[in-house]
């Protein structure tokens, strides 16, 4: 399979610069599977998604919430609001988050961003567990 160059950024800085065989993500709009040749593309990625990138033929998974995909003839640019490695994430930590998460859902006196707030962490704390099992 031929290889494309993958960029991979979040606000923390560049955490992936390199060559890809394949490139698996989820957009609003269903999952996108990216090769090298792929037309040019761009699209909003799920709040709260993975992210699977085959090189020298292994894949690695990411925990990825919210962003963007472009992709250009020379390069596949992916713009993540938060990105984390399977084998980086802090499975306690993300079940500590699910835990805060639920009980900040469970009280009554809450403001409507608040709800909505907690809701999105819960989300995120399930996929980061979710992808964290999959190392």
Do not use: C, P
Not at 21 to 28: C, D, K, N, Q
């Amino acid at each position: 399979m031929a290889d494309f160059r993958v960029q991979i950024t979040t606000a923390d800085g560049l955490l992936y610069d390199g060559q890809a065989e394949r490139v698996v993500i989820r957009t609003t709009e269903g999952d996108v599977g990216l090769l090298k040749g792929h037309i040019d593309y761009l699209a909003a990625l799920k709040d709260v998604s993975e992210l699977r990138l085959t090189a020298d033929g292994k894949t690695r998974i990411a925990a990825v919430s919210g962003g963007f995909v472009s992709v250009t003839k020379e390069i596949t640019h992916i713009f993540a609001t938060t990105l984390e490695w399977a084998d980086e994430i802090d499975k306690n930590r993300a079940e500590h988050a699910k835990e805060i998460a639920e009980k900040r859902l469970q009280e009554k006196k809450q403001e409507d961003l608040d709800h909505k707030l907690a809701e999105l962490k819960l989300k995120r704390a399930i996929n980061r567990i979710r992808v964290a099992d999959k190392r």
